[in-house]
């Protein structure tokens, strides 16, 4: 069965640095990734996914992710951080068997002005 | 593009009484639906998915119910709940050949 690991329960960064999201996904075919973002009390929104064809991907917000199918990693990365990235993040893989998505445990995301 | 409505948005019930979760979908037909459930650091759980009207697949033991009497609509279900039901609950669909889930809001429910 799929899996996916988040390292990181919590990060704090400053706002204007760069930030990486460490995510780890077991799965025996070819992965479809995702990374979705939750701000408090809401539902999740889809940053950006990677199904085939260029390993790194743009996604929303100024978010990018990077597949290394050699570390069956997908961190997702932000180049400058915004107040207005605080939130939590979640990675997922899914089963293209029936369309479910199982998630990582979630990272939190504190961003210090 | 679809939309998912879930209600109510919070609940407060006592331990052992019923509960009835609603989401519908608007802008697409025949989705794949999903409940999820968000306990507090514990990520998110797949509860149920449905690939149609009637059809329900559980992933997890619990006394937790779903139903899809129509092709738009999901409900969870309980008849008594417990303390550990407590949670934030997420319906999502996914389209014929997008591979894309969509949430919902959420309903919090909380059991005293």
Redesign the interface.
């Known amino acids: 069965a799929q899996s996916v690991t988040q390292p990181d329960i919590h990060i704090t960064v400053s706002e204007g640095a760069s930030l990486e999201l460490r995510c780890n996904y077991s799965y025996g075919a070819t992965p ?1 990734l ?1 990374w ?1 973002v939750q701000s408090p ?6 940053l950006l ?1 990677y ?1 085939s064809g260029d390993t790194l991907v743009q996604g929303i917000k100024g978010f990018e992710a990077e597949f290394k199918r050699s570390q069956s990693s997908f961190n997702l990365r932000k180049p400058s951080v915004h107040w207005s990235d605080a939130a939590e993040y ?1 990675c ?1 893989v ?1 089963d ?1 068997s ?9 990272t939190i995301l504190t961003v210090h002005p | 593009s679809q939309t ?1 409505h879930q209600w109510p948005a919070t609940l407060v019930q006592p331990v052992g009484s019923p509960l009835s979760l609603e989401c519908t979908v608007e802008g697409t037909s025949n989705p ?1 639906l ?1 409940w999820y459930r968000q306990a507090a ?4 759980q ?1 509860l149920f ?1 449905s ?1 149609g009207i009637g059809q329900i ?1 559980s ?1 997890v033991p619990q006394n937790l119910s779903a139903s899809r009497p129509q092709d738009r609509q999901f409900i969870l279900s309980s008849k008594k709940l417990l303390l550990s039901d407590s949670g934030f609950y ?1 319906c999502a669909l ?1 389209v014929s050949g997008a ?8 309903s ?1 429910l909380t059991v005293l």
């Open positions: 479809y995702f979705y009390g809401q539902g999740l929104q889809l996914k199904f979640f997922a899914l293209t029936y369309g479910k998505l199982t998630f990582g445990q979630g | 998912i794949n999903y650091g514990r990520g998110l797949l998915y690939v697949s992933e997420l996914t591979n894309v889930l969509t949430f919902g809001a959420g919090r």
